[in-house]
C-alpha cells in the first residue's frame, strides 16, 4: 500500500520558480514509476512527467526544459522542479504512484497559482 501526500505548491508571479514534493508511504516505493500531473478547471488532467524505477525521465512537451522530475529513493519522495512559470501553468497538481493496474495510487494534489 502506497499513500502520497503533495506539499509545496502556492502563489508564484510569472517566470518564477517553485519545487513541489510527494511524499510515499509504503515499504516498495522504490518499484513505481512515479508521475505528476494537472488539472485546470474544466480541463482534462494532463500527464507532466514521469520517472522509472531506474530512474528514466519523460516530459510532456508544454513542460519540457521547464520542468524537472526527479526522485530520492532513500526518502520515498518524488519532486517537480518547476522553473519559468507561466500562467497557463496554473492547474492543481497531483502525484501518481504506478506499478500495475491493481496498484496505483494518487494525491490529493496541491494547488500552483501562476499571477502577478
Known amino acids: 500500500q502506497v499513500q502520497l501526500v503533495e506539499s509545496g505548491g502556492g502563489l508564484v508571479q510569472p517566470g518564477g520558480s517553485l519545487r513541489l514534493s510527494c511524499a510515499a508511504s509504503?515499504?516498495?516505493?522504490?518499484?513505481?514509476?512515479m508521475g505528476w500531473y494537472r488539472q485546470a478547471p474544466g480541463n482534462q488532467r494532463e500527464l507532466l512527467a514521469t520517472?522509472?524505477?531506474?530512474?528514466?525521465?519523460n516530459y510532456a512537451d508544454s513542460v519540457k526544459g521547464r520542468f524537472t522530475i526527479s526522485r530520492d529513493n532513500a526518502k520515498n519522495t518524488v519532486y517537480l522542479q518547476m522553473k519559468t512559470l507561466k500562467p497557463e501553468d496554473t492547474a492543481a497538481y497531483y502525484c501518481?504512484?504506478?506499478?500495475?493496474?491493481?496498484?496505483?495510487?494518487w494525491g490529493q494534489g496541491t494547488q500552483v497559482t501562476v499571477s502577478s
Open positions: 509504503g515499504n516498495i516505493f522504490r518499484l513505481y514509476t
Open positions: 520517472i522509472t524505477s531506474s530512474g528514466i525521465t
Open positions: 501518481n504512484a504506478h506499478l500495475s493496474s491493481i496498484h496505483q495510487f
